[in-house]
């Protein structure tokens, strides 16, 4: 199956800072790239969908200006966390969808994200 | 999004076949039925999927009724490692995953 990477997988910063988290496409081109954040014990809930070359769609309730995606290429996208706090502290996860594959999403393993 | 129903939980043992329900009841024509899990502290994996005929792969079986309103994913010998929570999905082209509460399956030695 296609594989899908996080970078980092894990990741401590100090509230106030920014974080950035990376997600790859290995061994397909990811026109479509969407990012979960999940929360102990509740499911993954979804943020955005970021199209290669285009603005991220942001759900509703998701500050677009605190979560910052960026979708330059076909095998990369990337989440920053502006001035994290302490309750940004979650797992994040990426998944993506590739040409071709109109259907299914392949997700990366996460990032587990620790505001201090 | 089409949305699903499933048990909050079940347990099952090591060994035997786990066979997991969904409802698909506003399932549309357009739409497959997929089948993803989440072990503890993984991102979810995709395990199955279909339109209106049985599937198998080299993780499980996938029964879809002739009506296509409910689905039955089958672990034919579930392992400790098969512990996770599993959900399943009505996805039609082009369309997200938004996740409900999933079915979270011990398997128990």
């Known amino acids: 199956g296609a594989v899908v990477s996080q970078h980092p997988s894990w990741v401590i910063c100090k509230s106030g800072t920014s974080v950035k988290i990376e997600c790859r496409s290995l061994d397909f081109q990811a026109t479509t790239m969407f990012w979960y954040r999940q929360f102990p014990k509740q499911s993954l809930m979804l943020m955005a969908t970021s199209n290669e070359g285009s603005k991220a769609t942001y759900e509703q309730g998701v500050e677009k200006d605190k979560f910052l995606i960026n979708h330059a290429s076909l095998t990369l996208s990337t989440l920053t966390v502006t001035s994290a706090h302490p309750e940004d502290s979650s797992f994040y996860i990426c998944?993506?969808?590739?040409?071709?594959?109109?259907?299914?999403?392949?997700f990366g393993p996460g990032t587990r994200l620790t505001v201090t | 999004d089409a949305k699903t129903t499933q048990p909050t939980s079940m347990d099952c043992a090591e060994g035997r076949a786990a066979n997991l329900p969904c409802n698909h009841s506003?399932?549309?024509?357009?739409?497959?039925v997929y089948w993803y899990r989440q072990i503890h502290s993984q991102g979810p994996q995709y395990i199955i999927h279909g339109l209106k005929n049985n599937e198998t792969n080299e993780m499980a079986s996938l029964i879809i009724t002739e009506d296509r309103k409910s689905s039955t994913l089958i672990l034919p010998h579930a392992t400790l490692r098969d512990t996770a929570v599993y959900y399943c999905f009505n996805l039609a082209a082009g369309n997200k995953l938004t996740f409900g509460g999933g079915t979270r399956v011990l398997v128990k030695p």
């Open positions: 506003t399932i549309s024509g357009n739409e497959y």
């Open positions: 998944s993506a969808r590739g040409t071709g594959r109109s259907y299914e999403q392949y």
